[in-house]
């Protein structure tokens, strides 16, 4: 069974970081690009980033640029998001989600999601 699954998701205060991952079992994470995606109560899906099958071609949301980084390890079949400087406009359910080889900003490019785990930025 093909399975992407989150971790990391907690409350933190504004200027904290969290690291997410996504954890990928069932099949084999080299083959795909993972995108991070974001929903805020009321709002769309929208991308965050994303990083190609390879990890030579990452992706970023003007909103998350110079705050955020998305890596793999392959070898873990994992992905990471780290999130520094965190804003309560941050605050969302992030999802992970795989599709093969190369990055798209479409949520429905992607084949594969995770449950979502939640981020809450707040004082």
């Known amino acids: 069974q093909l399975q992407l699954v989150e971790s990391g998701g907690g409350l933190v205060q504004p200027g904290g970081s969290l690291r997410l991952s996504c954890a990928a079992s069932?099949?084999?994470?080299?083959?795909?690009?993972i995108g991070w995606f974001r929903q805020a109560p009321g709002k769309e899906r929208e991308g965050v980033s994303c990083?190609?099958?390879?990890?030579?071609?990452?992706n970023y949301a003007d909103s998350v640029k110079g705050r955020f980084t998305i890596s793999r390890d392959n070898a873990k079949n994992t992905v990471y998001l780290q999130m520094n400087s965190l804003k309560p406009e941050d605050t969302a359910v992030y999802y992970c989600?795989?599709?093969?080889?190369?990055?798209?900003?479409?949520?429905?490019?992607?084949?594969?999601w995770g449950q979502g785990t939640q981020v809450t930025v707040s004082s």
């Open positions: 989600a795989g599709r093969n080889y190369y990055c798209s900003g479409r949520p429905g490019a992607y084949d594969y």
């Open positions: 069932g099949f084999i994470l080299d083959y795909y690009a």
């Open positions: 990083i190609s099958n390879s990890g030579g071609s990452t």
